[in-house]
């Protein structure tokens, strides 16, 4: 059974930064890309920031710029460094794989609140 766990989140006002860390078992992380997901009340889950199996990055429009996507193979922990933090970023922010037909049982997902 893989276990996804995501940590990190928090309240802070726009402009502010966050740091998300997502840890899962070594043998999923070593063989599958890894992706950030979020979702806000009332709309889809969204792919925000994604991470190859080489480490190549790539990030929706919206975030491209302020978030950073890395990961730590020695760990077996992803994180995302959001910075420049706006209202719309306020969402339920989730790791699982990426690129694959199917995804992982999401875990909890850690909660990022934006004030105004």
């Known amino acids: 059974q893989v276990q996804l766990v995501e940590s990190g989140g928090g309240l802070v006002q726009a402009g502010g930064s966050l740091r998300l860390s997502c840890t899962t078992s070594?043998?999923?992380?070593?063989?599958?890309?890894m992706g950030w997901y979020r979702q806000a009340p009332g709309k889809q889950r969204e792919l925000v920031a994604a991470?190859?199996?080489?480490?190549?990055?790539n990030y929706a429009d919206s975030v491209k710029g302020r978030f950073t996507i890395s990961r730590d193979s020695a760990k077996n922990t992803m994180s995302l460094q959001m910075n420049s933090l706006k209202p719309e970023d306020t969402a339920v922010y989730y790791c699982?794989?990426?690129?694959?037909?199917?995804?992982?049982?999401w875990g909890q997902g850690t909660q990022v609140t934006v004030s105004s």
């Open positions: 699982n794989i990426e690129g694959r037909r199917y995804f992982l049982p």
């Open positions: 070594g043998s999923i992380f070593s063989s599958n890309a």
């Open positions: 991470i190859s199996i080489g480490g190549y990055t």
